[in-house]
């Protein structure tokens, strides 16, 4: 089993098959309102569109002849450590829908970053337009741990919790 591959396991744990090959460290994970999953990449891009059979960069690692799975952002907020992906569905923080909340561990920042929708493919703006903190005035707070994988969001009003 090489490093960075995503794995399907079923509930009862009976069956697991492989979903995705290459990426060099994957953390975290969430899914879109269309059931695609993403997940941030240490070392390569801090959002991934999970596509079965598809790989992905990992140190140099061949693809399958067919070439990688498309990039949805060609920026890395300028560091290796993207843990822990959020994606609000609606207009939550700042009225742009569907941004993608990542934590960098190196950075010890929160990016935001923005995805729109060309076709059938996610792609994001080229930095600087969509790297900014994730902390300006949009009454959400965000709170994620780099040992657990795991991140938070509290949005100020209504005051619950949520994954």
């Known amino acids: 089993m ?17 979903f995705t090959f290459g990426q060099v460290n994957p953390f975290g994970m969430c899914l879109d ?5 993403y997940t941030a990449d ?3 891009s801090p959002i991934y569109q999970l596509i079965r059979d598809a790989y992905y960069p990992s140190f140099g690692k061949p693809h399958d002849g067919m070439g990688f799975a498309p ?19 609606e207009s939550l923080a700042g009225g742009i829908p569907r ?9 010890s920042r929160v990016n935001r970053d ?13 930095c600087p337009t969509s790297c900014e903190p994730a902390t300006r005035g949009s009454g959400l707070l965000i709170c994620s741990s780099a040992r657990t994988d795991t ?3 509290r949005f100020l009003q209504p005051h619950h919790w949520s994954l």
Do not use: M
């Open 2 to 18: 090489n490093s960075g591959n995503t794995y399907r396991v079923q509930p009862d744990g009976l069956s697991v098959e492989q």
């Open 33 to 37: 309102t269309f059931g695609n999953f």
């Open 42 to 44: 240490c070392h390569s």
């Open 71 to 89: 990039l949805v952002i060609a920026h890395n907020h300028n560091s290796t450590g993207p843990c822990g992906i959020v994606l609000t569905r």
């Open 99 to 107: 941004q993608y909340f990542h934590r960098n561990v190196v950075t």
């Open 114 to 126: 923005r995805v729109d929708w060309l076709g059938s493919s996610p792609k994001g703006p080229n």
């Open 151 to 153: 991140v938070y969001r």
